[in-house]
């Protein structure tokens, strides 16, 4: 690494010897914008788990399927938490490959990400990046962008793909999904990813050791907990599998549940739920 890696692209302020997922997961899926300590990492963890990179794709295509599923159900608007650095296949693009007037607000708390998105959507007026930590949904629900893209009395389509694995038990992740889906209209959708250890892929203590090097550690959970963050929304088929396996198109398994270390579900609020839009 030279000393001025990244010193047209790293926003004033990045600690840069402290690795951020949003960067090693950058770094995964092929991107430019991760620096050497988030590469020794990703290094790290593909030595550990030579599938990492494998399971980072898989999880992208699951975003892009289920994003696709929202917008056959005629969802057109989309909140996106842990939204990480832009890559391929992002929410809005493929939103809007659909239906330009589609609306995506994009949600991170890493500062690259966050200037990144910022960039690519300066002149797109349907989409817009929060920086704000999604445990404190309340930030995320009032702020300008939700307020102003997002109508929360129409259905929306919410993401938290590959993200709540870094939400510490502290953080009350179930009361964190509740407090999201309440603020969502009947007929609006959920996506989310998680890590488990049920599975061997990822099970590796290694794991998340590496990971504590990082500014995010992660928090896998079992089946139960996992499923538990979609209480007040139905599963669609397949129910909850792991991301390898989500397909409503194709429902026979065409990856083995232990080389897939995320599970994956996609639930639709109830037609009768109840719901309160967020205090304004
Ligand atoms: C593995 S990436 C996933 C990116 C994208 N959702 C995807 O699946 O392709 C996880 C992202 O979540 C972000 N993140 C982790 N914890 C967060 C929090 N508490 N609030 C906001 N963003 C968070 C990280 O910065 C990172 O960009």
Redesign the pocket.
């Known amino acids: 690494m030279t000393e001025a890696e990244g010193a047209d692209w790293v926003p004033a302020g990045v600690d840069r010897a402290t690795p951020?997922?949003?960067?090693?997961?950058?770094y995964l899926?092929g991107g430019a914008h991760n620096l050497a300590a988030d590469r020794a990492v990703a290094r790290r963890l593909t030595d550990i788990q030579p599938e990492v990179a494998l399971v980072?794709r898989r999880?992208?295509a699951?975003?892009r399927r289920a994003v696709r599923f929202m917008l056959d159900a005629g969802i057109r608007q989309f909140l996106?938490?842990?939204?990480?650095?832009p890559?391929t296949g992002n929410v809005h693009e493929v939103a809007q490959a659909v239906d330009p007037a589609a609306r995506v607000v994009y949600?991170?708390?890493?500062s690259v990400?966050v200037a990144h998105s910022r960039l690519l959507l300066a002149d797109n007026p349907h989409a817009a990046t929060v920086?704000?930590?999604?445990?404190?949904p309340a930030d995320v629900l009032n702020s300008g962008p939700v307020r102003t893209l997002l109508d929360l009395t129409q259905p929306v389509g919410l993401?938290?793909?590959?993200?709540g694995h870094?939400?510490p038990p502290e953080?009350d992740v179930p009361r964190v999904f509740a407090t999201y889906r309440d603020a969502l209209a009947p007929g609006s959708q959920f996506a989310l990813?998680h890590l488990t250890n049920d599975f061997a892929v990822l099970a590796d203590p290694r794991v998340a050791e590496t990971m504590r090097s990082t500014?995010?550690h992660i928090f896998p959970r079992p089946r139960a907990e996992v499923l538990a963050l979609f209480q007040g929304f139905e599963l669609v088929e397949p129910g909850l599998t792991t991301s390898g396996n989500w397909n409503p198109e194709r429902l026979t398994a065409a990856v083995l549940p232990q080389d897939d270390g995320l599970y994956a579900g996609l639930g639709v609020r109830h037609r009768d739920a109840r719901f309160e839009t967020p205090a304004r």
């Open positions: 951020s997922v949003a960067r090693i997961y950058d899926l980072a999880n992208r699951f975003l996106d938490l842990g939204s990480g650095i890559t949600v991170d708390y890493e990400a920086q704000a930590d999604i445990t404190r993401l938290a793909v590959a993200v870094y939400l953080a990813t500014q995010d």
